[in-house]
């Protein structure tokens, strides 16, 4: 299977996000319901890395249901780890192989070229979280967010009445106007808020 699009320029605006994080903004609230911004980082540690085992198929069955993310499981290279991380990612998603089959994440198997989606989705999203929630400017080119749109487009959304699933990754949605740029579609499709600042 040819590869359907790259992760660089997704990688490298995070990289930049996460050079920019001050060392005191760790406790800061993030658009990502419940995570500071140190947990989220947590939660990005683990997928940078486990999104690069699902393109290799490192896989097995069951095994790649991570812990949650904790502030205090932060590791304290961080800053050097994650972005190594997502160099590796890249790499490993520019082979075809990485698109071919099935692989797993979150112990959940489907389809590589779907899991290649999930992990866009991943890294655009909380990229837009810690950009938010440490004051940093963020944009992401209208071709990255429609791919992760497309996804989301076969995926119910939860109910705004309804609790939040257990371990669910969305919230609500929330409504935009159909013309919006189609980052805020993505934000709110996601059930954040476009406008949210702390």
Not at 11 to 36: K, Q
Not at 45 to 58: C, E, I, P, Y
Not at 159 to 167: H, I, K, W
Request: hydrophobic share 45%; charged share 20%; aromatic share 6%.
């Amino acid at each position: 299977m040819a590869v359907e699009f790259d992760f660089e320029p997704a990688a490298h605006r995070l990289t930049g996000v996460l050079a920019a994080i001050p060392d005191d903004g760790m406790d800061a609230v993030t658009p990502c319901e419940g995570f500071s911004v140190a947990t989220l980082l947590d939660h990005m540690d683990g997928l940078t890395a486990a999104f690069a085992r699902v393109a290799r198929k490192q896989v097995g069955p069951g095994a790649s249901r991570p812990p949650a993310p904790s502030a205090e499981h932060l590791a304290a290279d961080w800053r050097t780890r994650v972005p190594e991380q997502l160099k590796d990612l890249v790499v490993a998603w520019r082979e075809p192989s990485a698109w071919d089959g099935m692989s797993e994440a979150g112990g959940v198997p489907l389809p590589s070229a779907v899991l290649a989606r999930v992990a866009l989705d991943e890294l655009i999203l909380h990229g837009w979280d810690l950009a938010r929630a440490t004051g940093q400017p963020y944009d992401v080119p209208a071709d990255e967010a429609e791919i992760c749109l497309a996804l989301l487009a076969g995926q119910p959304a939860p109910s705004e009445d309804g609790p939040r699933p257990p371990g669910g990754a969305f919230g609500p949605p929330v409504p935009v106007p159909d013309d919006a740029p189609a980052l805020d579609r993505l934000v709110a499709r996601s059930g954040r808020n476009p406008a949210w600042i702390p």
